[in-house]
């Protein structure tokens, strides 16, 4: 990549698997069980928290010599919750049925924890650029997990994909509900998406034996 | 830059402006924006009342769509025939507004159209033991008479709310529902067209007349929901108390319309 140093590009790729948001830093875990019940919402999230996290990041980033350290944290809430109202207040007013789709995940990204993390973690010590990369790369990792979820759940709870039947009708008994296939409502619950949050964990770690920790 | 970021005045201040920038910049973006939004909401709320009176622009059995945003408006004039206002209070109607009457009578402030009647400060009213006013809206569906009911409930997280089209039997015609922040693929997909359309053909009284509402039921076996007659609808798999919230909306909400129907049942014969 002649546009990003190696170091630059690894602050994309790392989060995307070894130093995933979700899987190793576990950061985020409340909204990847809320929301990951349909692939769609999931997708939704993952931009965005790509959105917030790269602007956020570079806010902080360029604020970051003049920020009082005693009241950091409420700064960064301010920087957060500021720019997400902002967005939803320009989408209400221009793009009214986007912003329906989003409302509910208004409260999420305020409170996510990825995205104080990132500040506190990088932003506060790092250039605007740099900052910015991470911010991509950490919403990336995060994505990644969410969507890799919610295919799950909603493939297995549901019998759909994006809203689209796949595996049949479940009341007509077509498609491999023909054979006394049933979809598993266990799925939509957020339990589950812990358990496929865990499993996902146990095969990244055994693949990667470095990842273990003692 | 060599700012001593640690001592206290400098904390005070940061704080101080820190406050004073977001706060302008929060409250210039809202004021200016706040037009688009007021109209945004206001063709919303006329497309869902024409959305419960069946007139969408539906296509196979996907997601719900709306009437477009430059289409609602002749859509609502030429189809919502008459709005009508009920001021009632403990179970009693007492008094009933025409469209104009209601614009002229200052209740609201002047020209207020009865649609855009904010259900949820009448609740509170009616909690305060005043009386509230109810919009209702007469309009026609295959060449019957059907009439929209506002309801609006709580969910799991957040308020839900709703649109009813009934008949003169009190029996559903269409339905529509939204929320304000219902868990997605959970609570939220009481916006999806196969929960809605569930309602069609339910009926809310008994043969003797009596307020029954209709149970958002899990487990009722009947999924596809042939059975016209059992005040049941069939749950939404992981939505218990957004369904829950449904069925109590429908039944406080609908019962205040009531005395309407039965007044309106015993002047037709």
């Not at chain 1, 957060?80 to 789709?101: E, G, M, R």
């Not at chain 2, 209702?136 to 089209?165: E, M, P």
Request: hydrophobic share 45%.
């Amino acid at each position: 990549m002649g546009l990003l140093s190696k170091k630059d590009s690894k602050l994309i790729t790392d989060p995307l698997a070894d130093n995933n948001p979700i899987t190793i830093q576990v950061l985020g875990i409340c909204s990847a069980l809320a929301i990951t019940a349909e692939l769609k919402a999931s997708l939704v999230m993952g931009i965005a928290v790509l959105f917030v996290l790269g602007i956020g990041n570079v806010v902080i980033s360029l604020m970051r010599n003049i920020i009082p350290s005693k009241i950091r944290i409420i700064v960064q809430l301010i920087v957060v919750a500021a720019l997400v109202i902002i967005v939803d207040q320009v989408l209400k007013a221009f793009a009214y049925d986007l912003s329906k789709t989003l409302s509910v995940f208004i409260g999420l990204i305020i409170t996510n924890c990825i995205i104080m993390g990132r500040f506190e973690a990088f932003a506060l010590a790092n250039k605007p650029w740099q900052s910015f990369l991470d911010g991509i790369g950490n919403a990336l990792g995060y994505a990644v997990i969410l969507i890799i979820v919610g295919f799950f759940r909603e493939l297995l709870g549901s019998g759909t994909l994006f809203g689209v039947p796949v595996l049949g009708d479940p009341i007509e008994k077509t498609g491999v509900y023909a054979f006394g296939y049933e979809n598993n409502g266990f799925m939509l619950m957020p339990p589950m998406a812990l358990i496929i949050v865990g499993l996902i964990i146990w095969v990244q770690r055994s693949r990667n034996k470095d990842l273990i920790e003692d | 830059m060599a700012i001593n970021t640690d001592k206290n005045s400098y904390t005070i201040f940061f704080a101080i402006a820190m406050v004073v920038v977001v706060g302008s910049l929060l409250a210039f973006t809202a004021s200016t924006l706040r037009p688009n939004i007021d109209e945004n909401k206001r063709m919303e709320k006329q497309q869902n009342i024409l959305y419960a009176m069946g007139i969408n622009a539906n296509e196979g059995s996907g997601d719900i769509n709306f009437i477009s945003t430059d289409k609602v408006a002749e859509a609502f004039t030429n189809n919502v025939l008459e709005q009508i206002v009920l001021e009632v209070k403990d179970g009693n109607v007492l008094k009933e507004f025409s469209r104009d009457e209601f614009m002229n009578s200052k209740a609201q402030g002047a020209g207020k159209e009865p649609y855009l009647i904010d259900v949820k400060k009448e609740q509170t009213k009616a909690k305060n033991g005043e009386s509230r006013f109810l919009p209702l809206f007469k309009g026609s569906q295959n060449g019957k008479t059907v009439y929209v009911a506002a309801v609006r409930g709580k969910g799991l997280w957040d308020a839900i709310w709703g649109y009813i089209a009934l008949d003169e039997s009190m029996v559903v015609q269409g339905a529509f529902f939204d929320h304000a922040g219902e868990t997605p693929g959970l609570g939220a997909n009481i916006k999806q067209r196969y929960f809605m359309d569930d309602f069609k053909g339910e009926k809310l009284l008994t043969e003797e007349g009596v307020f029954k509402g209709i149970k958002v039921a899990k487990g009722n076996n009947d999924p596809v929901n042939n059975d016209k007659d059992d005040y049941e609808v069939d749950a939404l798999a992981g939505a218990t108390i957004t369904g829950d919230g449904v069925s109590a909306m429908i039944k406080n909400d609908l019962k205040l319309y009531l005395p309407y129907f039965k007044n309106l049942k015993n002047n037709n014969n």
